[in-house]
């Protein structure tokens, strides 16, 4: 009986708990997922074209520009060799520039890739800082005309 009163009284408080979480993250609240959101009021999500095109948000969201593949070996271990796919998001009010912005991006992702060390972008966190850098370098040399940098493939070997 000393045992069972205990066990009786945790389990309604971890009920009264989930309860709780339940009603917090319902599907009015700002901290549900939004997947679950559109669901529970029977909306779907913009499709592919019009995210890409920006008429989910009714305006352009910029030009998408695919750059060269860049190779090249890492600052350290010398024999460490990189191989990275880009795509830039330009800016609408930047499309007459969109070859000088390309350019100059890939110069400066190749100067950065040519001063990382291995055991910076290895593991997940190092991934995610190495792509802020790049986004942070690449808005910063293109006076802020470049929205985003996609990545879409990179191989180290």
Do not use: C, Y
């Not at 593949?69 to 609408?92: C, F, G, H, Q, Y």
């Not at 470049?146 to 990545?151: G, S």
Request: charged share 15%.
């Amino acid at each position: 009986m000393s045992v069972i009163i205990p066990v009786l009284l945790l389990t309604l408080i971890a009920g009264g708990g989930g309860f709780a979480v339940a009603t917090m993250l319902g599907p009015n609240s700002p901290l549900a997922p939004q997947a679950e959101v559109d669901e529970a009021h029977g909306a779907s999500g913009p499709t592919i074209p019009e995210v890409a095109s920006g008429e989910a948000h009714g305006a352009s969201t910029g030009i998408i520009r695919q750059l060269a593949p860049i190779v090249t070996n890492l600052a350290t271990p010398k024999d460490v060799w990189m191989r990275i796919e880009v795509s830039i998001v330009i800016k609408p009010e930047a499309q007459a520039e969109q070859d000088l912005i390309a350019v100059r991006s890939s110069d400066q992702i190749l100067a950065l890739l040519r001063t990382i060390h291995l055991a910076q972008i290895e593991g997940p966190s190092g991934f995610l800082h190495f792509r802020e850098d790049l986004n942070d370098l690449v808005r910063a040399s293109s006076e802020h005309k470049v929205a985003q940098v996609l990545i879409s493939s990179m191989v180290v070997e």
